[in-house]
């Protein structure tokens, strides 16, 4: 087992990884401090794995929560249901709620953690691989609106993260590509090194070797530690992570929660993201053309969705949060492995991004 602290003073928590960590007795155990435990998770995570987490917690008072499964069920409506299942069941403010499943989950229990009874502890137990290297770290918690993707939401950290690689071995491949979107965002906009690494391991991780995804895992948990570490709330650096994430959010909002998978979308906007980047001359055509082969390899769209239009990208995007009030800002690329976050790129430059990626598609 590898253990990562992400560093936040007296918040600061740990990440479990390695291989039948569900068998495990005292890890998660050891991270819950009241008798109080709400298990949260989905009908399709629930059957698989469910009864060997309820197994860890033996020693505890626990009730289980099962949601239906789906981004499109990612928002208040089944908040609330977390909500009347706290309340039915009387738990107090002294309880954790364990999260277990992908970044829907995560999302919705670690926001009904943050606001039932102004803040409860949570613990992450995440099961996809996008879950695994990205959303079950950092704190970001929330659910969409119909008019825009997490937009109600908090920063609300986990007490540990515990990922157990083999809940792997049950996820659809299109979900294991999904989360490689996210893998190779690291690569590019923090380590060059890394992405030279997936691009020559990218078979290895399609074909589920499990040494190739556990340092995959690894070398992106540390990656994302370190960024939330520097800059929690996103004043700064932590807006890197949102590489192809202002394009994504546009297109997953504007073909309906659920059509386009997050991972998907934001593998398209890591490439239109690059190509806006060319268009200013920050990044060379060969690093545009390495981004959209590594993403093509790992088996994730390279453009858009052709029915959307240049104009819908436009005004979903300007709802994004990364919109502030001096304008939309964006991250770009100067180089694989190093990003900025500006507003400072040219409309028109924007504008022959979307109608080119978009008549490509
Ligand atoms: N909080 C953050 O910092 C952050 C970061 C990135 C993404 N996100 C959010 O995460 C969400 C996407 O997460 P996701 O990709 O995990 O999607 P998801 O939670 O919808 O999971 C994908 C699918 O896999 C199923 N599944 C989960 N674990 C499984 C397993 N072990 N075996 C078989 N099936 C399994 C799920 O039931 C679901 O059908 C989006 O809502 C996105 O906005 C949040
Ligand atoms: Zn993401």
């Known amino acids: 087992m590898q253990t990562l602290t992400v560093e936040l003073g007296e918040r600061s928590y740990p990440i479990y990884i390695g291989q039948q960590l569900l068998d495990h007795p005292d890890l998660l ?3 819950i401090h009241g008798r109080q435990v709400m298990v949260v998770s989905n009908e399709t995570v629930a059957p698989l794995y469910l009864e060997r987490l309820l197994a860890l917690l033996g020693g505890f008072d626990v009730t289980t929560v099962i949601l239906p499964d789906g981004e499109q069920y990612k928002n208040l409506d089944t908040l609330n249901m977390i909500y009347t299942a706290l309340l039915e069941k009387r738990l107090n403010r002294g309880c954790t709620l ?5 970044g829907v989950v995560g999302d919705i229990t670690g926001f009904a953690a943050a606001s039932y009874q102004r803040g409860v502890d949570f613990l992450q137990v995440p099961t996809t691989l996008l879950a695994q ?3 079950s770290v950092g704190g970001k918690t929330g659910v969409n609106h119909a008019l825009g993707k997490n937009m109600i939401g908090a920063f609300h950290q986990p007490g540990c993260v515990l990922i157990d690689t083999d809940t792997l071995d049950t996820l659809e491949d299109r979900q294991l590509a999904a989360g490689l979107a996210e893998v190779i965002k690291y690569g590019l ?3 060059a090194g890394f992405f030279d690494w997936l691009e020559q391991n990218m078979a290895a991780l399609k074909a589920r070797d499990k040494q190739a995804l556990a340092y995959a895992i690894e070398r992106s948990c540390a990656i994302k530690a370190e960024i939330v570490a520097a800059d929690e709330r996103e004043s700064g650096m932590r807006a890197l ?6 394009f994504g959010h546009a297109i997953e909002t504007g073909t309906g929660y659920g059509n386009w998978l997050h991972g998907e979308a934001v593998a398209a906007g890591m490439v239109m993201a690059a190509d806006l980047s060319a268009r200013h001359g920050w990044l060379d055509e060969a690093a545009v053309e390495r981004t959209a082969a590594l993403v093509s390899r790992a088996g994730l769209p390279t453009a858009p969705p052709p029915e959307m239009s240049a104009q819908q990208f436009l005004d979903l995007m300007a709802v994004d949060k ?5 304008g939309l800002r964006l991250v770009l690329l100067k180089s694989i492995g190093t990003a900025v976050v500006t507003a400072d790129y040219r409309p028109e430059l924007l504008s022959a991004t979307l109608d080119e990626t978009l008549s490509a598609a």
């Open 98 to 102: 364990v999260a277990l499943g992908g």
């Open 133 to 135: 290297v990205d959303s």
């Open 322 to 326: 990364k919109a502030v009030d001096t």
């Open 29 to 31: 155990a050891k991270h």
């Open 241 to 246: 992570l949102n590489l192809g994430h202002t």
């Open 189 to 191: 906009i923090y380590d």
